[in-house]
């Protein structure tokens, strides 16, 4: 198995992978996040929770149950006991690979650091000040804070971020329209866009672009579809598979 190749349409759109390389290999993982690497991506995408005792795991969901079928709520169970979980294997979703498990986000930064990757870092759900500060300071101390891109869901989130940190580069999720309602909750922040492909229209890319944002989308999988929304001039392609 591979990634799939796609045709840019001379457009330098910059890739991400998602969760590392999740066609490939376990989403969240330090074998995704290295396969990402050794490829020609120019992000690695990771979901970051707080753990009960107040360490930050590296996981998509809530509950591990869907990755590992053992019943724990993350956000309610100390990092130790996460990381004793062994998580299915991307083919077949059998446990036969001791070296999938839970991941830090500092064994995230380092495989981005290592192979020179920005780290496209997604806040999972709302965090206290104290905690977002905690994860960019985690990030600092690792050297890559110039070389991450902070994302999430909670515009919340990202006003905090963009209070603590008000030249990076962030990026408010969305399945909303790109329409000049979005934009209200965008400009004031300066926050660029990461939407979903479902909602993305060439019109809403030009509307962002007139206002001087950057649009990312995810997650395409499908190399026409690809290629059409290069056409259209988005920045960024967020993909499982694609390359």
């Given at each position: ?70 019943d ?33 986000l ?24 104290k ?16 070389k ?75 190399k ?15 993909s499982?598979?694609?390359?």
């Amino acid at each position: 198995m591979n990634t799939i190749k796609f045709d840019k349409a001379d457009n330098p759109v910059k890739m991400v992978g998602h969760q590392g390389l999740y066609g490939l290999e376990t989403g969240n993982t330090c074998a995704g996040f290295v396969a990402a690497g050794n490829r020609s991506y120019w992000g690695i995408e990771c979901d970051i929770h707080v753990t009960a005792d107040g360490q930050f795991a590296v996981i998509h969901d809530d509950n591990t149950m869907g990755v590992s079928g053992e019943d724990f709520e993350v956000e309610k169970t100390d990092l130790a006991t996460l990381r004793s979980i062994t998580l299915f294997d991307r083919d077949g979703w059998q446990k036969t690979r001791e070296d999938l498990k839970i991941p830090t986000l500092r064994e995230y930064i380092r495989i981005c650091r290592k192979y020179e990757k920005y780290a496209v870092c997604e806040i999972k759900n709302p965090m206290t000040p104290k905690n977002i500060a905690r994860a960019v300071n985690e990030v600092q101390d690792e050297g890559w804070l110039e070389k991450t891109v902070f994302i999430s869901f909670s515009h919340h989130n990202m006003v905090e971020l963009r209070r603590l940190l008000p030249s990076a580069k962030l990026m408010y999720l969305t399945t909303e329209s790109p329409t000049e309602a979005l934009l209200e909750k965008l400009l004031p922040w300066h926050l660029d866009l990461d939407i979903a492909w479902t909602v993305l229209t060439r019109e809403g890319v030009e509307l962002m672009h007139k206002h001087g944002l950057e649009v990312n989308v995810w997650n395409v999988d499908d190399k026409e579809l690809a290629t059409r929304l290069c056409e259209w001039g988005v920045d960024y392609i967020t993909s499982n598979i694609l390359e």
